[in-house]
């Protein structure tokens, strides 16, 4: 088994190309595994233009056992990171089993093929999604789960598969239990500084971050501001929006802390990755007419249903155990996704 070496399934993707990046930087060696279902291959050649570092790539989905096996072979991670996976709220709706066969069923093919080799360091990509709605705005840890929606529930039930599995370490006395962090991430946005990576959705965004990008280059006429009678300071919803970059820093300390008492004998906990306070809608068409000069032309429109007024982290358990905290501000949010937008106005080409 190679220590140095990560496995990142999703790695072609908006946050799994930052993560192959600082994973170079900071001197792991990088395998990606990805169906390109939602990516380009370009994004990987640029995290190898950035970094001036090769990486590894399978084309390859992680529902294909053989294909995972057969690369687990070639590569002897120590260590995977999990990024795969599908993400459209509202096409999880329309499609839930697609969402439960690839999310799911896909996370159970890679801990299999991952025990099968004895590589038992996992890194997940959960959500904020899976707490449960009330009157609480900002989400700890041990806040109950409840999912309302099929994506949210996939990532739900990939926590409970994992959880359980590190569950049965204890019970089986395993000489090498699994070391498993669930980083649950709040409202990534931005790119990376150099605008080489950045987020590039299919088809219209779904997010509020791509949308007024796409709308200050030109390529979408108007933002719908979807509600501005909430319970919130300026009526719009707030969210803790947190730059891509200093989120991928997270799953780095995530590895450090694998080799640190707070996961000896094994463990699989749960971390926020968020700034820990919110901004509204309104904050950030102001913040980013602000700071690229451009004006993002709006209207207020109805809300969207699913979405609360306010949701927000407490990150301290992150800060506490993993040495992790954000070090980006808005602005620094902003600038980035406007940097990458502006060089690259159709996306990945
Ligand atoms: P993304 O779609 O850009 O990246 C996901 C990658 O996984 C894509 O490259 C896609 O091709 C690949 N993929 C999907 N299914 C696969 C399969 N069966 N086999 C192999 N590859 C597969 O999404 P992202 O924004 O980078 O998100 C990464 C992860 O983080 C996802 O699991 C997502 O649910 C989670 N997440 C994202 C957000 C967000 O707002 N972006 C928030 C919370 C959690
Ligand atoms: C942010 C705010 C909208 C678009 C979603 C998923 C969640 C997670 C991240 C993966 C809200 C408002 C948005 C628009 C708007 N993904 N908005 N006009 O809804 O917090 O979270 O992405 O795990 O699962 O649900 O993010 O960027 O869609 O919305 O007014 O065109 O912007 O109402 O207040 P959200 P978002």
Redesign the pocket.
């Known amino acids: 088994m190679n220590k140095n070496k990560v496995l990142v399934t999703g790695g072609a993707g908006y946050i799994g190309s930052h993560a192959c990046v600082e994973l170079l930087q900071a001197g792991y060696q990088v395998a990606v595994v990805d169906n390109l279902a939602n990516s380009k291959l370009e994004s990987l050649s640029r995290v190898q233009q950035i970094t001036g570092k090769s990486l590894s790539f399978y084309q390859a989905d992680i529902r294909d056992k053989q294909a995972l096996t057969d690369i687990f072979a070639t590569e002897s991670p120590s260590t995977v990171i999990h990024f795969a996976g599908l993400?459209a709220?509202g096409e999880s709706c329309e499609q839930p089993l697609t969402y439960y066969r690839n999310n799911v069923y896909g996370t159970l093919i890679l801990v299999e093929v991952m025990a099968e080799a004895n590589v038992k360091q996992l890194v997940f990509s959960s959500?904020?999604?899976v707490y449960g709605q009330s009157s609480c705005n900002q989400y700890t840890e041990d806040f109950p789960l409840g999912a309302i929606?099929p994506?949210?529930r996939s990532?739900t039930m990939i926590e409970d598969i994992l959880r359980d599995l590190s569950a049965a370490d204890k019970i089986n006395q395993t000489e090498f239990p699994w070391k498993i962090a669930l980083l649950r991430?709040f409202?990534?946005i931005g790119a990376h500084e150099s605008g080489m990576i950045g987020e590039d959705p299919n088809g219209i965004?779904?997010?509020?971050?791509p949308?007024v990008a796409q709308v200050a280059i030109g390529r979408l006429a108007q933002?719908?501001?979807?509600?501005d009678d909430y319970p919130t300071r300026d009526g719009?919803?707030?969210?803790d929006y947190i730059h891509v970059v200093d989120l991928v820093k997270g799953h780095i300390k995530a590895i450090e802390a694998f080799n640190s008492q707070k996961f000896e004998g094994g463990a699989c906990k749960a971390y926020n990755l968020g700034a820990g306070k919110g901004y509204s809608?309104l904050e950030?068409i102001n913040t980013f007419e602000k700071v690229t000069g451009r004006s993002v032309n709006y209207k207020i429109?109805p809300?969207?249903a699913?979405?609360?007024a306010e949701?927000f982290a407490n990150p301290e358990l992150a800060l506490k155990e993993l040495d992790w905290k954000v070090e980006k501000n808005l602005e620094d949010m902003v600038a980035d996704t406007w940097n990458w937008q502006n060089k690259n106005p159709d996306g990945y080409i």
């Not at 965004?205 to 971050?209: D, G, I, Q, R, V």
């Not at 933002?223 to 509600?227: I, K, N, P």
């Open positions: 993400k709220v959500s904020a999604t929606n994506y949210g990532k991430y409202n990534p965004p779904n997010n509020l971050m949308y933002l719908s501001v979807y509600g719009t919803g707030i969210r809608v950030i429109s809300r969207r699913g979405d609360l949701c």
